[in-house]
C-alpha cells in the first residue's frame, strides 16, 4: 500500500488521469446495463430480420446510403432523428428496429433516440455496414 501513495504523490497527472479513465469505465458500464438499446452483432441482426421481420434504419447521410446499404433499409438520417421527423417510421413502433451507421457509435445515439420518442424494442449492429460488409453479407445500391 506504501508503494501506491508513493506512486500517486510522484505522479499526480498520470494518477488523475488513470481514476478518471476508472469511472469512465464505470459510468460507460452503468449507462449500457440500464439502457432499453441492445446492441447486437450482424448474426443476431441477421436473425431478428428474418425471424421477427425487424426493420433496419440506416442513419448515414444519403450518399453513403446510396452508394451500399442493408436490402430493404429505411433511410432516416441522424439529422432529421434528432429534429424529431420520424413520422414516416411511426407504424413500426411495436416492431423491432435495427439502427445502422458506419462503424456502430452513431447508430447507438439514434437508437437511444428512439427509445425517448417511445419505440419498444431498438438494437443498435455493431461494427456497423462496415463489420456487415466485411462478413460478406448482403448490401443493395440506390439509383436514385
Known amino acids: 500500500m506504501q508503494e501506491y501513495i508513493e506512486f500517486f504523490r510522484a505522479n499526480p497527472l498520470l494518477s488523475l488521469a488513470w481514476v478518471g479513465l476508472f469511472i469512465g469505465l464505470i459510468v460507460s458500464v452503468y449507462k449500457s446495463s440500464v439502457s432499453k438499446v441492445t446492441n447486437v452483432d450482424y448474426q443476431q441482426a441477421t436473425l431478428l430480420i428474418n425471424k421477427q421481420d ?3 434504419i440506416d442513419v448515414r447521410g444519403k450518399d453513403e446510403f446510396k452508394k451500399g446499404h442493408i436490402v430493404d433499409a429505411i433511410n432516416v438520417p441522424l439529422s432529421e432523428i434528432k ?3 420520424i413520422s414516416a417510421l411511426e ?3 411495436a416492431s423491432p428496429i435495427i439502427m ?3 462503424a456502430g ?8 433516440l428512439m427509445v425517448k420518442a417511445g419505440f419498444e424494442s431498438v438494437h443498435s449492429l455493431k461494427g456497423g455496414m462496415g463489420d456487415w460488409q466485411q462478413n460478406n453479407l448482403p448490401v443493395t445500391k440506390s439509383k436514385r
Request: net charge positive; aromatic share 4%.
Open 54 to 56: 425487424a426493420k433496419v
Open 83 to 85: 429534429n424529431n421527423q
Open 100 to 102: 445502422v451507421c458506419n
Open 105 to 112: 457509435m452513431v447508430s447507438t445515439q439514434a437508437a437511444q
Open 91 to 93: 407504424k413500426y413502433k
